[in-house]
């Protein structure tokens, strides 16, 4: 049986910069896996790949056993994305209502008007990820509530993968465990894999995530408490000399 | 004279049309500069055309080469903002291409024709202070065309200013839908030239869509094309009545309301 997620000797550089270096990992369902690494360590060029918005200079990957380069569109129809919201341009003026819809109506053909059982399901979703007014625009929402609002995005064209980047960033460490139990609700209670990109750990640490260490190399697969052993830290973060007892995991805190 | 008067305002309806269309999605995926470039190439193509029936004789219209040196050179702006850099320096490059074949081709038509370079002053300042059915019929084309293929791909186009790797990911095809974007924003651009002028196309081009921004909550292509309509038509007017070419009108109005979009923003 195919792995969900193979991630085979994979390498990709930008110029004569390297940004992933001969990375291997495979994933079967069910899991929840968070990739940790520091700034730099191809967390964001691992999602790009995997969605194939970047093609991979050596190797390959596969998802639900279909080749991201070649099967594109088979990926896309299975897998929810979640941008970091740094990427989002938040002088569109664009409304929760649109935002969500786009991942129904990017799955039909054009003209992509917004039909009655399209609103009928972005209210679904909204709800599902705890959301009220459609009618509100992005640049309006707090910064839970625009993850939310991405989530629900991803959520609508019901994907059996959620891939997210940095969904905690610039989240207070509440909505950080927010975030990370939604996720984790939709991972049990709908069946949906999350592969998610972070800094930190610890908002989720105690769902017990499969944790991929990387930088440029994958440094450890496994579950936290196997993962995050010193060892592994020090390498995968090349700065980290000591860590201080009962620390809080991640980057920020490293 | 009413005759020509209608004529006029009808131009400049149609033009305001035109301008409502392609403004908002100029505005909001920040490609106005590429708008702007085009308005340098439709200069270039146009002399370059004057040129070309100069010396071989012929007879293309110059307006049909100031479109397609605009097309190429929107296409070429696409591509290589696609392929290899970012899209200020592939406006950049496009601009530096338009701009020598403008001085090449300008001082190449003075040798061969004594009437070509005030010919192509036209483009500058544009032919529309006496309005033809010919420049109507131009811009209506334009306008029919150009609208309603925005109306079709606004949805996509205010998506992927959003949240371009998204929209991609999606599996919205961005760059076809940045091709024809950019083609249609060349088409219109240099319809809106050869008429109304460079200058008062590089004026219109922005307000309209700045002030659906910040009038309508939702950035509105209606409160462009009222935008839009409206700046033409109070640019004509106030062209006619200060005894100025239309470009100098449109200019005075398009100064007029960014103050006040200033004006009110200081307030709040």
């Known amino acids: ?254 | 004279m009413l005759e020509l008067l209608t004529l006029t305002y009808m131009l400049a309806v149609a033009g305001g049309v035109l301008v409502g269309a392609i403004s908002l999605p100029l505005v909001l995926s920040r490609s106005t500069l590429f708008a702007l470039t085009m308005t340098h190439s439709v200069l270039g193509g146009a002399i370059l055309g004057i040129y070309l029936n100069a010396v071989f004789n012929l007879g293309v219209p110059v307006p049909m080469v100031a479109t397609l040196t605009a097309l190429t050179l929107s296409i070429l702006a696409a591509e290589l903002s696609e392929r290899i850099f970012s899209e200020d320096v592939a406006i950049a490059l496009t601009v530096t291409i338009a701009t020598t074949i403008t001085i090449i081709f300008s001082y190449l038509t003075i040798q061969v024709s004594s009437t070509g370079l005030s010919e192509a002053w036209l483009y500058v300042a544009g032919t529309s202070a006496i309005a033809t059915v010919g420049d109507l019929t131009k811009m209506m084309t334009a306008a029919i065309i150009v609208a309603p293929l925005i109306h079709l791909i606004s949805r996509e186009l205010k998506y992927i200013a959003f949240d371009r790797d998204g929209a991609t990911a999606m599996g919205l095809n961005v760059r076809v839908y940045r091709y024809l974007f950019f083609s249609l924003s060349a088409l219109a651009t240099s319809t809106l030239a050869s008429t109304l002028g460079v200058l008062a196309t590089h004026v219109l081009l922005a307000v309209p869509g700045a002030v659906a921004i910040r009038f309508g909550k939702k950035g509105s292509l209606t409160v462009s094309y009222a935008a839009a309509v409206i700046l033409a038509l109070t640019g004509y007017l106030t062209a006619q009545l200060l005894g100025i070419p239309p470009s100098g009108g449109i200019g005075l109005v398009s100064g007029a309301v960014i103050l006040g979009l200033v004006i009110r923003h200081e307030r709040r």
């Open chain 1, 1 to 254: 049986m195919p792995a969900e997620i193979e991630v085979y000797q994979v390498s990709y550089s930008f110029g004569p910069k390297i940004a992933l270096d001969n990375v291997t990992f495979r994933l079967d369902s069910p899991f929840f896996c968070v990739v940790m690494g520091p700034n730099g360590a191809g967390k964001t060029t691992m999602l790009k790949l995997m969605l194939g918005l970047l093609k991979p200079k050596e190797g390959y990957i596969r998802i639900f056993g279909h080749d991201v380069v070649k099967e594109t569109s088979i990926i896309r129809k299975n897998v929810g994305y979640v941008p970091q919201v740094v990427n989002i341009d938040y002088h569109v003026p664009v409304t929760v209502e649109e935002v969500v819809a786009m991942g129904a109506l990017s799955k039909d053909i054009p003209p992509r008007i917004l039909t009655k059982s399209i609103k009928k399901k972005v209210e679904e979703v909204l709800e599902i990820v705890g959301l009220e007014d459609s009618s509100s625009l992005f640049t309006e929402l707090s910064g839970g509530q625009r993850q939310r609002a991405l989530i629900a995005r991803a959520l609508i064209s019901e994907p059996k993968l959620l891939l997210l980047d940095e969904p905690y960033s610039m989240l207070d460490f509440d909505m950080k465990c927010e975030i990370a139990e939604l996720l984790y609700r939709l991972h049990k209670e709908k069946g949906i894999d999350v592969f998610l990109v972070a800094h930190e750990l610890s908002p989720c640490i105690h769902l017990e995530p499969t944790v991929i260490l990387l930088n440029k190399r994958v440094y450890a697969v496994g579950k936290a408490g196997e993962v995050l052993r010193l060892e592994n830290l020090k390498r995968a973060y090349p700065g980290l000399t000591e860590v201080p007892a009962g620390f809080i995991l991640g980057e920020d805190h490293a």
